[in-house]
């Protein structure tokens, strides 16, 4: 399976210079439209030279900057991709209809976990168990029940954890409420819902701390994300699959509840009495 530029950054960052690093970074932010400009105007809006950037290019893989802008354009026309012109994969002859789709799902986790370094799980892990504020999780029209799947365990270890769930009016009302101390979770895969990068620029204005579920293409949220999570999505259907975001959700959920073991188990034996 052919890696999304943004999964070979995630891979090599840790390799790369200083100046190929600003690089990185303002293409993640800009992700992708400021890789389909021109060599001048990317080194420009990252603060390096045009040789950083034609070295970051080849570092990634590409043997010149056309060849990496024909990658970013593949990538575009598939986070614009709708399921009434996705393309459906026939069924294997001796699989069925089910084999495609489960192997899709098993080699989507697999992808996923392989561009995910233990140091980003446990980064993430520990901005979510120590924040010293509250957590509020919110997902799109499709990723929602993931949300609101992980706020239900996060709010039996630790307090305070909240899902917005409902109108867009009701969770910026929500913002009055959030700050420096607080972490939002958000997940946001293709077609990309313009009501959440809305309200997480907003949340990004207020200091809060983001961490994004996204998918290989990126949500325009990971210009504002501190911590981004980007799962494999595409199945052999009109429809991607959330599949592998849920198992990292479950990692995480699981990683947390180690953190707050002591904590966590007071919590639980509370909530238990009080049932």
């Known amino acids: 399976m052919i890696s999304s530029i943004a999964e070979l950054i995630s891979d090599r960052i840790g390799t790369m210079p200083a100046s190929e690093r600003r690089a990185a970074q303002t293409l993640i932010a800009n992700y992708p439209l400021i890789g389909l400009k021109t060599v001048a105007e990317f080194s420009a809006a990252a603060g390096v030279s045009s040789p950083t950037i034609l070295r970051f290019v080849a570092r990634l893989g590409f043997q010149n900057y056309p060849e990496f802008q024909s990658a970013l354009q593949d990538e575009l026309a598939a986070q614009l991709q709708s399921p009434a012109t996705r393309t459906l994969n026939p069924a294997s002859s001796g699989g069925g209809a089910v084999s495609p789709m489960l192997e899709a799902t098993l080699d989507n986790m697999r992808e996923t976990f392989r561009h995910l370094s233990?140091?980003?799980l446990a980064d993430i892990a520990a901005t979510l168990a120590h924040r010293r504020g509250k957590t509020f999780l919110i997902g799109g029209r499709f990723t929602d029940p993931l949300a609101r799947y992980m706020a239900a365990h996060l709010a039996i270890v630790q307090p305070d954890v909240y899902h917005l769930a409902g109108q867009e009016g009701i969770w910026r009302d929500r913002l009055i409420d959030m700050g420096k101390?607080?972490?939002l979770v958000i997940f946001d895969i293709r077609r990309y819902q313009d009501s959440l990068v809305r309200f997480a620029e907003t949340a990004h204005q207020r200091g809060?701390?983001?961490?994004?579920f996204t998918d290989q293409w990126l949500s325009p949220i990971a210009r504002f994300a501190r911590h981004v999570i980007a799962g494999r999505t595409a199945v052999p259907s009109a429809?991607?699959?959330s599949a592998a975001l849920f198992v990292v959700a479950e990692t995480l959920i699981g990683a947390v509840t180690r953190q707050l073991e002591t904590d966590g188990a007071k919590r639980i034996r509370e909530l238990e009495s009080l049932r």
Do not use: A
């Open 118 to 120: 233990d140091r980003q």
């Open 181 to 183: 101390r607080d972490v």
């Open 208 to 212: 809060v701390h983001i961490v994004l």
């Open 239 to 241: 429809w991607d699959s």
